[in-house]
């Protein structure tokens, strides 16, 4: 794990040097906070809930994590500086899991960011302290798989854009994949989209119906988007 340490602590510093994830973390915060707001719902049913919020974290994370990991591998390859990375002792899966840890701080600060609706919320009743923390547990696991989808693309590119477009796309359809399966598909195979839909399995998780399955499911899509990225990083090298 030192190597890993390594390049998180590496990564930390470099994104948190300019002014990119401050930015990102406050907009993140105000978007939903306005979102909330804007949408009523906050005041109307005045109950001590964050439904409201927890509905709109899926489609937010499609646009801010792209974002957040456009840059991880792609200003590497363009500045020519992933072959000094790569060099041993660290391994692949060794930057590629301390790029995971250092963007997965950033999605957790922009979680934080929203923390003042959990405040705003309690004032209206008893908040359900177990719900809320199961629905920003759930929120983590699925940023972090939006993350490592992210990572994937943006070690597959030297251009930032190209990165961040294509993990909005992939990321957003994702997120729409359980309206898809209740509009426009029926029998097993709308089943197999809902089991995929990943903020079905959140909305769960946000219920406060904690199953392991769902767990399961956001750790395995993390694990298998970082193992596509730790082969693409090992092609890259060995070409």
Do not use: E
């Given at each position: 794990m030192r190597e890993t340490l390594a390049v998180f602590r590496r990564e930390v510093k470099s994104l948190f040097v300019g002014p990119i994830p401050y930015i990102v973390i406050a907009l993140f915060g105000g978007i939903a906070c306005?979102?909330?707001?804007?949408?009523?719902?906050?005041?109307?049913?005045?109950?001590?809930k964050l439904d409201a919020l927890f509905g709109f974290?899926?489609?937010?994370?499609?646009f801010f994590i792209p974002a957040i990991a456009m840059r991880a591998w792609s200003e590497e390859i363009r500045g020519e500086t992933i072959e000094p990375l790569l060099t041993s002792p660290v391994r692949a899966?060794?930057?590629?899991?301390?790029?995971?840890?250092?963007?997965l701080v950033v999605v957790a600060?922009?979680?934080?960011?929203?923390?003042?609706?959990?405040?705003?919320?309690?004032?209206?009743?008893?908040?359900?302290?177990?719900?809320?923390?199961?629905?920003?547990?759930?929120?983590?696991?699925?940023?972090?798989?939006?993350?490592?989808?992210?990572?994937?693309?943006?070690?597959?590119?030297?251009?930032?854009?190209?990165?961040?477009?294509?993990?909005?796309?992939?990321?957003?359809?994702?997120?729409m994949i359980e309206n898809l399966s209740a509009s426009a598909a029926s029998g097993t195979f709308g089943a197999l989209l809902a089991d995929l839909s990943l903020s079905g399995r959140f909305r769960s998780i946000a219920l406060g119906v904690f199953d392991l399955r769902d767990v399961v499911f956001f750790l395995s899509v993390t694990a298998f988007f970082l193992y596509l990225n730790v082969e693409s990083i090992e092609n890259r090298r060995n070409a």
């Open positions: 306005w979102y909330v707001i804007h949408t009523r719902i906050f005041f109307m049913v005045r109950q001590a974290l899926p489609q937010l994370f499609a899966w060794h930057a590629v899991l301390g790029k995971f840890l250092a963007g600060l922009c979680l934080v960011a929203t923390g003042s609706l959990a405040v705003t919320t309690a004032t209206l009743g008893d908040l359900d302290g177990g719900a809320v923390t199961a629905g920003y547990v759930g929120a983590l696991l699925m940023g972090g798989a939006y993350l490592s989808v992210g990572l994937w693309l943006s070690s597959k590119t030297r251009n930032q854009i190209v990165a961040f477009l294509l993990g909005l796309v992939i990321c957003f359809f994702w997120s």
